[in-house]
């Protein structure tokens, strides 16, 4: 494992988002990024495993929230989940970027949950836990739905069933920010009833590419106007299935 490739490539992703980050932090960084290696060769949590890969299209990528600007960075410290965690990505690399975050890792694979609880203690991480369950239950659990003041999901699905998801959680004021790939105007033209129908409003949709890659991206910041209906998120299985149109 090339210590020095994983910060050289974090030092130039860094300073292309404008972001300070103390050694400590960084080297927080390369042990989850070490932890998620090793355990990757038992189970599957990334196919992304090769230093400048992980940095750029992993770790700079979860903190390119910051290109948002001040609708997130005014909002620090702030109560954030991140729905359909997988590996930790974006809450742990945020919550090591943000100490003041409070963060709660939310998947429905107990399995991955528990290789981030291993993760917290390891890096000595406060004020973050893990989650497990389905975003159809939690949703509407009253410890939980209209809680939190931004959810992030870096989950592959379509935005009209992502917004079912991850707008339940998110408190009046709050936010809702998926992380999208490719074009994605189809989906937000799709998409456009159920973010309106669950309480929220698309108020920036911006698109970037990942330095040094050919990835493009988007962030959407999708602001909660209204409380969702109570009638969402439906049973499991079912915005998958019957999404909102």
Do not use: W
């Not at 963060?103 to 609880?117: A, G, I, Q």
């Not at 739905?145 to 917004?163: G, H, I, Q, T």
């Not at 009046?172 to 490719?182: H, N």
Request: with cysteine.
């Amino acid at each position: 494992m090339q210590r020095d490739v994983f910060y050289t490539e974090l030092n130039k992703g860094l300073a292309e988002l404008s972001l300070c980050l103390s050694a400590e932090q960084k080297e927080q960084l390369f042990e989850y990024y070490s932890m998620v290696v090793e355990k990757n060769k038992v189970m599957n949590l990334t196919a992304i495993t090769e230093e400048r890969e992980f940095v750029i299209k992993h770790i700079i990528d979860s903190l390119s929230i910051v290109k948002l600007g001040e609708p997130v960075t005014d909002m620090l410290p702030f109560r954030l989940i991140d729905i359909g965690t997988g590996a930790g990505m974006p809450g742990v690399i945020l919550k090591i970027a943000f100490p003041n975050l409070s963060v709660v890792l939310f998947d429905s694979l107990k399995k991955r949950l528990n290789f981030l609880d291993e993760v917290i203690e390891a890096l000595s991480l406060k004020d973050i836990e893990t989650l497990h369950g389905r975003a159809e239950d939690m949703g509407q659990d009253k410890n939980y739905r209209e809680s939190f003041d931004m959810a992030v999901s870096r989950a592959v699905a379509r935005l009209n069933v992502l917004s079912e998801y991850g707008l339940p959680f998110v408190k009046l004021g709050g936010a809702f920010v998926p992380y999208k790939s490719g074009d994605i105007a189809e989906e937000l033209t799709e998409a456009k009833n159920a973010i309106a129908m669950l309480g929220g409003n698309l108020e920036r949709d911006l698109r970037f590419r990942l330095p040094d890659s050919d990835m493009e991206r988007s962030l959407l910041y999708i602001k909660k106007k209204k409380p969702t209906p109570k009638a969402y998120p439906r049973k499991a299985g079912v915005p998958s299935k019957k999404p909102i149109m």
